[in-house]
């Protein structure tokens, strides 16, 4: 298959098919309320440049990566990773003010094209846009996309594990860091996703009727259920990469 890598701003034309291409994101994913500030009408105008798209042969959408740019206050990169790159990308728009780093988001790929390589792909063009509008480094709250399996095991362990390589034991760690990248730390409160129990039974099909904590599928951790309530809260821990470009 043939596939062109370009920017929205390039191909305007497919800003509907962003939202319209088969995902494989679980449901309650989509429901980090911090992301109305990015995932908005101004995305695929104000931040075109940003979005990373990639077609086939015939023009469809088979991927696409999402990256924001930010003033970055002084100090460490923080513990709320993704949340807090997509506030400082909402307040620096608001401002005005000039973007002093850049940040990956998300990169989707297409159902039926998971697991081909596509994702090394997107991040090296990702990087590559990043370089060409002017930045030093790509940072990344990177989600290990094998994390889930293992929902019990602490983020700090689980980021810094490697394989007899040498090489990180999560293979999206692993691509991130044969990219280039540098593990830099654990973002341990990197999205936060608050429900009801009604909410949660909605995106997960579990009962959600016992307090304590609850292994939802896709989820890197357990869920925080509290019955008497009537809420749950999911907390995700992300893993800092820093890509010098």
């Not at 890598?5 to 309650?28: G, K, N, V, Y």
């Not at 019990?152 to 760690?173: I, N």
């Amino acid at each position: 298959m043939t596939i062109r890598i370009t920017t929205l701003a390039e191909r305007p034309d497919l800003a509907d098919s962003l939202w319209q291409m088969p995902h494989s994101w679980p449901e309650f994913m989509l429901n980090d309320p911090i992301a109305g500030l990015y995932f908005n009408r101004s995305l695929t105008t104000d931040l075109a440049e940003y979005l990373v798209v990639a077609v086939d042969e015939e023009g469809a959408l088979v991927a696409r990566a999402f990256s924001i740019p930010f003033e970055r206050p002084e100090g460490e990169l923080p513990d709320d990773g993704w949340d807090a790159v997509v506030r400082w990308g909402a307040d620096t728009r608001r401002r005005g003010a000039r973007s002093t780093a850049i940040s990956a988001l998300d990169i989707t790929i297409r159902t039926d094209l998971l697991g081909g390589g596509m994702s090394g792909r997107m991040l090296a063009a990702m990087r590559d846009n990043a370089a060409r509008l002017g930045f030093s480094e790509l940072l990344a709250p990177v989600r290990p996309n094998q994390k889930h399996l293992e929902p019990r095991v602490p983020m700090a362990e689980y980021a810094f594990r490697t394989r007899d390589d040498g090489l990180p034991y999560d293979a999206w760690l692993r691509v991130h860091v044969r990219a280039g990248g540098k593990i830099i730390k654990v973002a341990p409160r990197s999205m936060v996703v608050p429900g009801t129990l009604a909410e949660w039974r909605q995106w997960t099909g579990l009962p959600f009727d016992v307090s304590g904590q609850v292994e939802v599928p896709g989820a890197l951790v357990a869920v925080h259920c509290d019955v008497a309530q009537d809420h749950a809260v999911y907390v995700e821990p992300n893993v800092w990469v820093s890509h010098p470009l």
